[in-house]
C-alpha cells in the first residue's frame, strides 16, 4: 500500500491529508491555523509555519508524494534573487477595483479581456495586483522580476528553491495573464500592468511533476483550490458545482475554453487536462442571513418557517441583489420583494421566499453555462447551507436536475493527494495510458453523499422559475438579452 499526501493552505489554515495511493482511503490527516495576521496581505513564511505544525507528529512518514492547493488568486513578488520583494497580496484584497477598471480601459475593454484571456480582470486577479503594485508602490514594482501563485510558491520551497519554478494550467487560468483557449501566457498582459516583463512559472500538464524534494518525495503540479476541490469531489463532463458561500459561484466541466464577450463566464482551466468554466453571483448566503435577521432568527430558524409555506411562498418573490448584482450585471442595484397580499405576509413565506430567491439566482447562473453548451445533469451542492432543509426540498426542482450535496470533508487537500497519486503512478509506469496515450488519473471513490431528485416536484419549481423570471424580466428589461 503506497501512501500520497495532499495539503490544501487556505486563507486561514493548513489542511493535509494522508491517503492510501490506489483507494484514495484517508489514513491520517493533519490541521493547524495561519499563524494571526489580519488584512489584504500577509508573509508567506506564515504558510510554511502553519505546513510544518500540521504537519507534525511524523504525519507524512511512508508518503511517497506530495500535492498542493492553495488559495487562488494571491500574488507573491519576488526580486531577481527569488526572495520577497514585500508582503504577498491575497485574494481579498479589494483595494485594486480601480486598478481593475483601469486595465479593463488599456485594453479596450471587457471584450477585449474576454478574447484574450477568457476574463474580464476584477480586484482580486493577481494582473490586477500588478497594476496596483504599479501604481501606488513604483518601487518596490520596479524591483519585481517573478510572480508566483500561493501554491507555486509552496511547492518550491518544499523542493528547496531549485532554479525550476513551476505550476499548473489552473492555478495559471486565475491569474489574469494566461490564456485558457490558447494554453499559453499573455507577456504583453503582465508588461501592460507592471510596466515591464516578468519571469513566469513553467505550466506543467495534469499528471507533471514538479520535482523531488531533497528526501526523494515527489511534487506534483499542484493547483488553485477551487480545482483541486472539483478533483477531489470526482466531478466530471455533465455536473455542475454550486458553491454556497456569503456569494456563490456556479461551474461546470468542459471540454473547451469559453469566450463569453461580456465577461459574464471566467474560463478557467482545471487539474485534469479539461475546462472550468465559472458563473459568481454577489448574493448568496447572506441572503438568508439577511432575511433570518429580519425575522429574529438563524439559518436553522429560517429553514424551518420556510419549510411551514409552500412552493412559490403565497405569490411572493424576492429578487435577492442584496449587494448589487453580477449575474446579471446590476453592481448598483438593490434587493426586492414584489406580489406582496394581506396573506402572504407571514415570517414562514417570506422565509421561503427568500431560499427560493437565492436559487433562482443561482439557477440564473446555471442557465448561462447551459445556454454556452456546458452540460448539466447533476448539481453538487456545497457549503454549510447546502445542509438546510428548506434548500435540500427546493433546490432539486428550481436546478431541474439531480441534487446530491456531498458530506463535509476535505476536497480541496484530496484533490491535491489524487493528483500527488497521479503523478507518481506516471512517473513510475503504474498508471497505463489509455488510447491516446494519456495517463489516466488514479480512479478514487466519489464523495458519499445524499441525493435529491426533482421528482413529481420538477412542474412546480418550473413554474416558480418562471414567476421569478417574469418579475426578474419586468423590473430590469433585457438583463439576459446577452447572456445564455
Given at each position: ?29 493533519g490541521y493547524a491555523p495561519h499563524p494571526a495576521e489580519k488584512g489584504p496581505e500577509v508573509d508567506p513564511q506564515a504558510w510554511l509555519m502553519s505546513l510544518g505544525e500540521a504537519a507534525g507528529n511524523g504525519l507524512l512518514e511512508g508518503v511517497q508524494a506530495i500535492g498542493v492547493s492553495a488559495q487562488q488568486h494571491g ?410
Amino acid at each position: 500500500m503506497g501512501k500520497v499526501a495532499g495539503l490544501d493552505s487556505s486563507s486561514e489554515s493548513t489542511r493535509i491529508v494522508v491517503c492510501d495511493t490506489d483507494t484514495g482511503a484517508v489514513i491520517r490527516q493533519g490541521y493547524a491555523p495561519h499563524p494571526a495576521e489580519k488584512g489584504p496581505e500577509v508573509d508567506p513564511q506564515a504558510w510554511l509555519m502553519s505546513l510544518g505544525e500540521a504537519a507534525g507528529n511524523g504525519l507524512l512518514e511512508g508518503v511517497q508524494a506530495i500535492g498542493v492547493s492553495a488559495q487562488q488568486h494571491g500574488l507573491v513578488p519576488l526580486d531577481a534573487e527569488g526572495n520577497l520583494v514585500r508582503p504577498a497580496l491575497l485574494g481579498n484584497d479589494k483595494r485594486g477595483q480601480s486598478a481593475a477598471a483601469d486595465l479593463v480601459d488599456s485594453l479596450g475593454g471587457r471584450t477585449a479581456w474576454a478574447q484574450a484571456i477568457g476574463a474580464v480582470p476584477q480586484a482580486t486577479h493577481p494582473v490586477t495586483k500588478l497594476r496596483w503594485l504599479a501604481r501606488t508602490e513604483p518601487a518596490n514594482a520596479a524591483r519585481i522580476a517573478e510572480v508566483m501563485q500561493p501554491h507555486d510558491w509552496l511547492a518550491w520551497q518544499l523542493l528547496g528553491r531549485p532554479a525550476r519554478r513551476t505550476t499548473d494550467r489552473g492555478g495559471a487560468s486565475a491569474t489574469g495573464f494566461w490564456s485558457a483557449a490558447d494554453e499559453a501566457y499573455r507577456p504583453d498582459l503582465v508588461e501592460l500592468a507592471l510596466g515591464h516583463q516578468v519571469r513566469l512559472p513553467e505550466v506543467l500538464g495534469p499528471s507533471g511533476t514538479a520535482g523531488f524534494t531533497p528526501e526523494g518525495l515527489l511534487i506534483s503540479a499542484g493547483t488553485g483550490d477551487t480545482m483541486a476541490a472539483a478533483f477531489g469531489l470526482g466531478v466530471g463532463v455533465g455536473d455542475a458545482v454550486v458553491s454556497l458561500g456569503a456569494s456563490g459561484s456556479v461551474f461546470g466541466i468542459h471540454h473547451e475554453a469559453l469566450v463569453d464577450p461580456d465577461g459574464t463566464i471566467t474560463s478557467f482551466a482545471d487539474a485534469t487536462g479539461r475546462h472550468l468554466p465559472v458563473v459568481h453571483t454577489s448574493n448568496a448566503v447572506r441572503v438568508l442571513r439577511g432575511t433570518a435577521e429580519m425575522l429574529g432568527t438563524d439559518l436553522e430558524g429560517l429553514s424551518e418557517l420556510a419549510l411551514k409555506s409552500s412552493a412559490g411562498a403565497y405569490g411572493m418573490v424576492m429578487l435577492p441583489y442584496l449587494e448589487g448584482e453580477r449575474t446579471p450585471h446590476l453592481p448598483h442595484t438593490a434587493g426586492s420583494l414584489h406580489g406582496m397580499r394581506r396573506e402572504s405576509m407571514k415570517p414562514e413565506h417570506l422565509a421561503r421566499a427568500a431560499v427560493e430567491g437565492m436559487l433562482c439566482g443561482l439557477a440564473d447562473a446555471l442557465d448561462v453555462l447551459r445556454g454556452r453548451g456546458v452540460a448539466v445533469r447533476r448539481v453538487f451542492l456545497l457549503g454549510g447551507a447546502a445542509e438546510l432543509g428548506a434548500v435540500q426540498a427546493a433546490a432539486p426542482a428550481l436546478f431541474g436536475v439531480q441534487v446530491v450535496v456531498p458530506q463535509p470533508a476535505e476536497y480541496a487537500a484530496l484533490g491535491a493527494a489524487r493528483q500527488a497519486a497521479w503523478a507518481l503512478g506516471a512517473a513510475h509506469g503504474t498508471l497505463a495510458p489509455n488510447d491516446g496515450g494519456w495517463v489516466e488519473p488514479p480512479q478514487w471513490p466519489a464523495a458519499a453523499s445524499q441525493v435529491f431528485e426533482p421528482g413529481e416536484e420538477l412542474p412546480v419549481g418550473q413554474a416558480v422559475r418562471q414567476q421569478y423570471t417574469a418579475v426578474r424580466d419586468e423590473a430590469y428589461p433585457g438583463v439576459f438579452g446577452q447572456q445564455g
